[in-house]
């Protein structure tokens, strides 16, 4: 403990580090007080919360599935009709059609080896690409919350302006389009001034905002049920803590393939004389190299099926897939999981390239001839490690089904146990440890996760 807030004071010490988390946490207050404020034509005064007054009228779980999945992410703005209810998601989108249209325009495919301007080139296109997606969100987005009460007479007075009119719709869209464009500067600024990955901490300030909230809520209700249900949030707090870790490891865990380079002068001599006397050092293939990636392209998948509702309002295998915690829903979220794990670690994780890097530095894997036999062997070895990694993706994605009900009360913790939720959550805390660990040993100070012991033994 003493060693740990040493630490933060070797962070505070550092006056760059302190500016930019000083910086950073300006602009999540910013972007928190954004999401509280509400569009100019709706009266929250009057509508409350929109997704319990949906949950309550619709009288199933519904409300807080789809609807509080899809607020999770942008930390209640969604469900409060605010400025910032589309968050950042649309950039998240267009970042996601842009990756996947690199693949097949060939003019894509050369800004992103083109390096600085390249990528400059590829953001711009990314931005306007983002302004395009807002622009069909925002109409389908005041669609769902009119449809939703303009039927009900109760919810008259919750608009100030028709909301059928054009002077509803237009300044709507506009004051939407311009909230996730705020929030898309926000994120860039984070990364530019803060301590970097910008819109992944903007994600995770919105998913965290509701953590207290949701726990406070199932203590409530589970202690309501007398001294047992005291014992009951100990045990789910140990189990959190517990899924927690396991989303660590799967988010760090790699499979080390072993990497030999030899010199040219060595090369000269002879590669199989001098082999041993080359430099040794490692690939390092993620076995969830996909991240959360095949988790979000599942979800935006899985309002598909629930469309399919509207054709038989009476099939209740149908009805199923509208509801997050339903078995239907979740076997073929999981099914999906599983085949946008291989596809995108397929499509993301270029073997020949690597293969052709090998070959032209002068290194090789032992026992394996570089060139095509190089890139075989790294896609068998992928492939090998992405089953169970996609096997574990899909476990966490369904985990929240798994456990509500069972011994989760509540639906808005049980979204805290597992899927993209949990896995951004760690993720992003991960990589800004690493971001202020490198500042530090810059300084030739600890790290925030370093032990006694590992110190000791870099010493020896």
């Known amino acids: 403990m003493k060693e740990f807030i040493q630490t933060l004071k070797n962070i505070w010490s550092l006056k760059e580090l302190r500016e930019k988390i000083l910086f950073t946490l300006g602009i999540v207050l910013v972007y928190r007080f954004a999401s509280y404020i509400s569009l100019p034509a709706i009266n929250m005064a009057e509508v409350g919360n929109l997704l319990d007054i949906y949950k309550d009228q619709g009288g199933n779980k519904q409300g807080a599935g789809l609807l509080g999945l899809l607020s999770s992410f942008t930390g209640g703005a969604f469900s409060r009709a605010s400025i910032m209810a589309l968050g950042i998601m649309p950039y998240i989108s267009a970042s996601i059609i842009v990756q996947l249209m690199g693949m097949a325009i060939p003019y894509l495919q050369k800004l992103q080896k083109d390096g600085e301007s390249g990528r400059n080139t590829l953001n711009q296109i990314t931005r306007w690409l983002t302004i395009a997606v807002c622009l069909i969100q925002a109409p389908s987005y005041l669609t769902s919350i009119t449809q939703m009460f303009l039927p009900h007479a109760q919810f008259a007075s919750a608009y100030y302006v028709h909301p059928q009119s054009i002077m509803f719709w237009l300044p709507s869209i506009v004051i939407l389009v311009a909230g996730s464009v705020f929030a898309m500067w926000l994120g860039e600024k984070i990364t530019d001034k803060g301590i970097g990955n910008g819109i992944s901490i903007l994600i995770m300030v919105g998913i965290l905002a509701d953590f207290p909230g949701a726990f406070i809520q199932e203590v409530a209700t589970q202690t309501g049920k007398g001294g047992f249900g005291t014992i009951m949030i100990l045990i789910e707090v140990l189990f959190w803590m517990v899924v927690v870790l396991l989303a660590i490891v799967l988010s760090v865990a790699v499979r080390k393939i072993p990497i030999q380079y030899v010199s040219r ?92 890097d090998l070959k032209r530095n002068g290194g090789l894997i032992p026992k394996v001839r570089p060139g095509k036999e190089t890139a075989d062997y790294l896609d068998d070895i992928l492939s090998k490690i992405t089953l169970p990694g996609s096997l574990f993706l899909a476990i966490f994605a369904v985990l929240p089904a798994l456990v509500y009900g069972a011994f989760v009360q509540t639906d808005r913790f049980a979204l805290f146990f597992g899927g993209t939720s949990l896995l951004i959550m760690v993720g992003v805390i991960l990589d800004t440890v690493q971001q202020i660990n490198t500042y530090l040993l810059n300084h030739h100070y600890d790290g925030l996760m370093q032990s006694k012991l590992s110190r000791t033994n870099n010493n020896l």
């Open 265 to 356: 002068a060595q090369a000269r001599g002879g590669v199989n004389r001098n082999l041993m006397q080359g430099a040794r050092q490692w690939i390092p293939l993620k076995v969830n190299a996909s991240g959360v990636m095949p988790i979000i392209f599942a979800q935006a998948l899985m309002f598909v099926p629930g469309l399919l509702t509207k054709v038989d309002e009476s099939n209740t295998f149908l009805a199923g897939f509208k509801n997050v915690f339903s078995w239907q829903y979740n076997v073929l979220f999981a099914i999906l999981i599983i085949i946008f794990s291989f596809f995108y670690t397929a499509i993301t994780i270029p073997v020949n390239q690597m293969a052709d």
